[in-house]
């Protein structure tokens, strides 16, 4: 008797089991929810590519701009007539920043600020354009271009200017704006890419551009005279750093290249 009861509890233990299972597979399993198209389109539009796109179009746009608008024309046109003192100095002072983010040479702008506001207050102008572009730009290439851009970085001397921007980051913009011979822009964005702080370029970018920037200005400031002592001094410091960084960038070839 003890002994059918217990085949009988073993038979319906199994019986049991397969009744749930089956109740278990006749419930239908939703299906797992899948990644929306406004998630991919965002993923797609936040990619490293994608933003580095975006920088080059912003870019080109900018190049494209200055192409239609001419901003030379302030050296032989003048500023416009109805703006004039700390109005003028400050609208300058915004457009040369943009200007320099749009790849138009510095010593042209520098010429002109002399032009306009004469040596202290051109001298001003200019410095906080320098400052307000090389902004612009290192933010702009550090938010839609850096991440794209350091998996490229293999090459030797790549790896080289890198290194030394990422580790003696202030030292070596310093010496980058003290020496004239690497752009204005590539400097910018070199630096964005690197792992460089934002305090020491901005602060070696504004320090390290003073002397290039008031000789530009004084000069711009004394067109008029090109026999002056103040002009022939300006020219005079244009030159010497120009010449002293051409020297030391060959000297340094063979370091670079040793890396």
């Given at each position: 008797m003890l002994d059918a009861n217990r085949s009988g509890t073993a038979t319906a233990a199994p019986r049991a089991a397969a009744t749930e299972l089956a109740v278990l597979a006749a419930v239908p399993v939703p299906p797992l929810p899948r990644a929306g198209l406004a998630a991919r389109c965002t993923r797609a539009v936040l990619s490293p590519y994608a933003r580095l796109s975006?920088?080059?179009?912003?870019?080109?746009?900018?190049?494209?701009?200055?192409?239609?608008?001419?901003?030379?024309?302030?050296?032989?046109?003048?500023?416009?007539?109805?703006?004039?003192?700390?109005?003028?100095?400050?609208?300058?002072?915004?457009?040369?920043?943009?200007?320099?983010?749009?790849?138009v040479p510095r010593p042209l702008l520098?010429?002109?600020?002399?032009?306009?506001?004469?040596?202290?207050?051109?001298?001003?102008?200019?410095?906080?354009?320098?400052?307000?572009?090389?902004?612009?730009?290192?933010?702009?290439?550090?938010?839609?271009?850096?991440?794209?851009?350091?998996?490229l970085l293999r090459g030797r001397w790549l790896k080289a200017a890198d290194g030394q921007l990422?580790?003696?980051?202030?030292?070596?913009?310093?010496?980058?704006?003290?020496?004239?011979?690497?752009?204005?822009?590539?400097?910018?964005?070199?630096?964005?890419?690197?792992?460089?702080?934002?305090?020491?370029?901005?602060?070696?970018?504004?320090?390290?551009?003073?002397?290039?920037?008031?000789?530009?200005?004084?000069?711009?400031?004394?067109?008029?005279a090109p026999t002056s002592p103040a002009f022939l001094i300006a020219m005079a410091t244009i030159a010497v750093p120009a010449l002293a960084g051409t020297v030391v960038a060959w000297r340094k070839r063979h370091h670079l290249r040793g890396r």
């Open positions: 975006l920088l080059l179009a912003l870019l080109a746009g900018a190049a494209a701009c200055v192409l239609m608008f001419e901003p030379q024309r302030l050296l032989t046109h003048g500023w416009p007539p109805q703006l004039g003192g700390a109005a003028a100095a400050v609208v300058f002072a915004v457009a040369y920043g943009l200007c320099t983010v749009a790849f520098n010429l002109a600020a002399g032009a306009l506001f004469g040596s202290q207050l051109g001298l001003g102008t200019a410095l906080a354009g320098t400052v307000l572009g090389a902004g612009v730009a290192f933010g702009l290439g550090r938010l839609l271009g850096q991440d794209a851009l350091r998996p990422s580790r003696h980051g202030f030292r070596s913009m310093l010496v980058a704006r003290l020496f004239p011979g690497v752009p204005f822009w590539a400097a910018n964005y070199c630096a964005a890419v690197s792992r460089m702080g934002w305090l020491p370029f901005l602060l070696a970018t504004a320090l390290g551009s003073i002397p290039n920037t008031a000789a530009y200005a004084v000069a711009g400031a004394r067109a008029s």
